[in-house]
């Protein structure tokens, strides 16, 4: 049940692309057609998959304040979460490189459709943010990481799909000509984060206090929201 | 401007308006919309990325006929990360509130494409000066945007600024909210950034017909 509430909360509701506007620039960037799309979608599932776990072990027993216990209770003292950005981008740039070299020795046809994307994953921003997310968001086992990583992965395949989708078709309209490729891309993609936004209702059921993890603009919404009240209250 | 000349000078204002990192080279979009709800943000996010671009680019640039091209990428995100490293512990220090709303955000600098952009692009083949006043000025350039995005949506979303009630006040109906006027909180949420640099984008082609792109 925790798995799959994680399961679509990850694609649906806190959508990497349309919640949280990570992965944007290759996503702007590379969904002009359904197949390249298709293919940068599938390596970031892939690279997802193998990240956040791997990072997640890595914070769990290394960098999280007393973390380091397992070598022995002199050691329980260590903070290192302050290296976390570093460790992570360190393991992600890595597992790219390596991902990069197997892909190619075994699967020569794979290595061709993911080829020119796999470099580009290494400072996309949504696998880095993925990390991320699994920290703050303090996910509780290996499992639970495994399956942020690749239901965070398929919710930014589906973003990157349906615009590079909606793109191809866009092509035929009569567009204004300043807002041309990127302005209107821009505006679509605005239009269909405001569409997956009622998906926030899904796992809730209409009660808002049970929503356990926010995404940060929530979070910063909500402050707003909060500064206002603490305004209206302050004026009664 | 006797320190800098004519073609430095060039390297400020190009991403200022026609060359923008956001609007034009699509570098940098992550950030620049998940933290402008609020105009304070995005100026602490600004300058974050000014001091992580400018010492990165120089560092880079330092380094470039050391660094194996092999590697080079590994070599840059550890120069981002250890810089950004630097931003984070700062902010957490001495602006504990404002860190909270960054959240990830901070960290999501090293994965800013518009850094590692600029890196390939300029700092791994020019000389140290020239490729600091680059960063800086592709900083810049980031940083209009986000100002701009995050002065709208401030404005219209919570009719303040800088957290000053410039618009009146919403409770007890002064200033424009006497003759009816509502705060717009769609302007808060998140779809609403997307739209905007859409219209940024719109107002900067229409006066530069040389921008249009082709369909």
């Known amino acids: 049940m925790e798995h799959l509430e994680l399961f679509f909360k990850a694609i649906f509701i806190d959508n990497m692309v349309f919640a949280t506007f990570l992965g944007m620039c290759s996503y702007l960037a590379v969904s002009k057609k359904v197949s390249t799309a298709v293919g940068l979608g599938a390596a970031v599932i892939f690279v997802m998959a193998i990240t956040v776990p791997l990072n997640w072990l890595l914070d769990t027993y290394i960098l999280k304040d007393g973390a380091l216990a397992w070598l022995g209770p002199e050691y329980a003292v260590y903070d290192l979460s302050f290296l976390s950005f570093i460790m992570f981008i360190a393991t992600i740039a890595t597992m790219v490189q390596l991902v990069e070299i197997i892909v190619e020795k075994f699967s020569p046809s794979l290595y061709n459709s993911l080829g020119i994307f796999l470099p580009l994953i290494a400072v996309n921003c949504a696998i880095l943010g ?20 690749v239901s965070s992965g398929i919710g930014w395949f589906l973003a990157i799909l349906a615009i590079a989708a909606i793109r191809e078709k866009i092509r035929y309209s009569n567009v204004p000509a300043p807002l041309r490729g990127l302005g209107i891309t821009f505006i679509i993609t605005g239009l269909m984060a405001i569409g997956f936004m009622s998906f926030g ?16 603009q929530v979070e910063v919404v909500k402050e707003a929201i909060d500064i206002a009240n603490n305004e209206k209250e302050t004026h009664e | 401007m006797g320190l800098l000349s004519k073609k430095d000078l ?16 699509v570098l940098g979009i992550c950030s620049a919309l998940a933290i ?5 943000a995005s100026i602490v996010m600004s300058v974050a990325v000014l001091f992580v671009m400018g010492l990165g680019n120089l560092t880079i640039s330092l380094m470039r006929n050391i660094i194996p091209s092999k590697i080079r990428i590994i070599a840059q995100l550890i120069v981002v990360a250890t810089l950004v490293i630097i931003v984070d512990l700062v902010l957490k220090a001495f602006a504990y509130e404002l860190s909270k709303t960054l959240s990830v955000f901070v960290g999501l600098i090293i994965t800013n494409c518009i850094i590692m952009g600029r890196f390939e692009a300029f700092a791994l083949a020019n000389g140290p ?20 995005v995050g002065f709208f949506r401030e404005l219209l979303g919570s009719g303040s600024l800088l957290g000053f009630k410039v618009l009146g006040d919403s409770i007890e109906k002064t200033g424009v909210y006497a003759y009816g006027y509502e705060n717009n909180g769609f302007m808060l949420l998140a779809p609403m950034a997307l739209i905007t640099v859409g219209i940024i984008i719109w107002v900067q082609r229409s006066r530069n017909e040389a921008l249009i792109e082709e369909n």
């Open chain 2, 129 to 148: 000066l020239r490729s600091f006043i680059d960063g800086i000025g592709n900083a810049l350039g980031y940083a209009l945007i986000l100002i701009i």
């Open chain 1, 201 to 216: 209702g899904m796992l809730t059921g209409g009660e808002e206090e049970t929503k356990e993890t926010e995404t940060a």
């Open chain 2, 10 to 25: 060039k390297l400020i204002t190009d991403p200022l308006a026609d060359n923008n990192p956001i609007t034009i080279q």
């Open chain 1, 130 to 149: 993925g990390s991320l997310f699994m920290q703050s968001r303090e996910i509780q086992t290996v499992g639970l990481a495994l399956n942020y990583g």
């Open chain 2, 36 to 40: 402008t709800a609020e105009l304070k």
